[in-house]
Nanobody, 122 residues
Framework: QVQLVESGGGSVQAGGSLRLSCVAS????????MGWYRQAPGKQRELVAA???????NYADSVKGRFTISRDNAKNTVFLQMNSLKPEDTAVYYC????????????????WGQGTQVTVSS
């Protein structure tokens, strides 16, 4: 009953910036955490950045200092500001959320967006 919709992906030259957005919709009681994962060709999906309900954030070492995760809790939205992009950042980026529904509170489920392609050229 929950849908996560990502936007903001695209192609950019190395050193450029992109801003990803993810909006969660549905019968949401509370979002305990939201984050971003990515998967490059031939690689496993990896955590890029995450934000808990307490606004605690963590980042993959490879993006620390370049990416910033933020949330608009009133709009059930998470953002990923990506600066100083590198070709190694090329991947499909997936929004992830741990959500408590009204109907199943206090139990939590994990949801995924469909993914958005980010391509960084040199």
């Amino acid at each position: 009953q929950v849908q996560l919709v990502e936007s903001g992906g695209g192609s950019v030259q190395a050193g450029g910036s992109l801003r990803l957005s993810c909006v969660a919709s549905g019968s949401i009681f509370r979002i305990n955490a939201m984050g971003w994962y990515r998967q490059a060709p031939g690689k496993q999906r990896e955590l890029v950045a995450a934000s808990t309900s307490g606004s605690i954030t963590n980042y993959a070492d490879s993006v620390k200092g370049r990416f910033t995760i933020s949330r608009d809790n009133a709009k059930n939205t998470v953002f990923l500001q990506m600066n100083s992009l590198k070709p190694e950042d090329t991947a499909v980026y997936y929004c992830n959320a741990r959500i408590v529904l009204f109907t199943t509170a206090p139990y939590e489920n994990t949801y995924w967006g469909q993914g958005t392609q980010v391509t960084v050229s040199s």
